[in-house]
């Protein structure tokens, strides 16, 4: 939040520094890697003395990496995306 800032009365307010579209897109990324790593858990073996090959799936050595990195991409996207601004505030 950014403080401090006086509106036209001149009394100070309170403003988020991000804009709604930055937050849903934190949201979307947030869930991706929840996704990615839940995709990623998993796979190995009760017994120490037997080899379990599920740990080599598709899915944790495609699906889950690439899911995460996408997340990782889009929290990158959501913290430096920029909105248009208002003429207003020009």
């Known amino acids: 939040m950014k403080k401090n800032q006086p509106d036209e009365n001149g009394e100070k307010t309170f403003t988020f520094v ?3 579209i930055n ?3 934190l949201a979307i ?3 991706m890697l929840a ?3 839940i995709l ?3 796979g190995g073996s009760d017994d120490p003395e037997v080899f379990n090959p599920a ?11 690439i899911l995460i990195v996408l997340g990782l991409l889009v929290e990158i996207v959501a913290i430096m995306y920029h909105g248009k601004k208002k ?4």
Do not use: D, H, K, W
């Open 35 to 37: 996704l990615g790593y």
């Open 40 to 42: 990623l858990s998993g």
């Open 87 to 90: 003429e207003q505030e020009l």
């Open 29 to 31: 990324g947030l869930v």
């Open 55 to 65: 740990m080599f799936n598709t899915r944790r050595l495609y699906v889950a990496p």
């Open 23 to 25: 937050y849903i897109l």
């Open 18 to 20: 991000f804009g709604r």
